[in-house]
């Protein structure tokens, strides 16, 4: 069975820093290209960050200077370092794996953080 659990959620003041983790079981974790999503109140989901195996990374240009994307294939976990952080960075953020080749995707149940003073 196929697990993503994110967690380090949680409420910070703006400027402050949080570091969200998605550890995975039961997939080959490094085949897997792995994204943090973020979804706030009433707007569609976004990719935030995405690292490949490799560990080349991409960024969404809000996030780009402020949050960084790592990966540690021994302990199959996925971190997000949120630096600097905005009230509009307020969302629930989601953890997802994907393979292209297999066709696999999958999702963690989001953990909410919350930049307010």
């Known amino acids: 069975q196929v697990r993503l659990v994110e967690s380090g959620g949680g409420l910070v003041q703006p400027g402050g820093s949080l570091r969200l983790s998605c550890a995975a079981s039961g997939v080959n974790f490094r085949l897997y290209v792995m994204n943090w999503y973020r979804q706030a109140p009433a707007k569609e989901r976004e990719l935030v960050a995405r690292?490949?195996?490799?560990?080349?990374?991409n960024y969404a240009d809000s996030v780009k200077g402020r949050f960084t994307i790592s990966r540690d294939n021994a302990e199959n976990t996925v971190y997000l370092q949120m630096n600097s952080l905005k009230p509009e960075d307020t969302a629930v953020y989601y953890c997802?794996?994907?393979?292209?080749?297999?066709?696999?995707?999958?999702w963690g149940q989001g953990t909410q953080v919350t930049v307010s003073s």
């Open positions: 997802n794996g994907h393979n292209f080749r297999l066709g696999s995707d999958y």
């Open positions: 690292i490949y195996s490799g560990s080349s990374t």
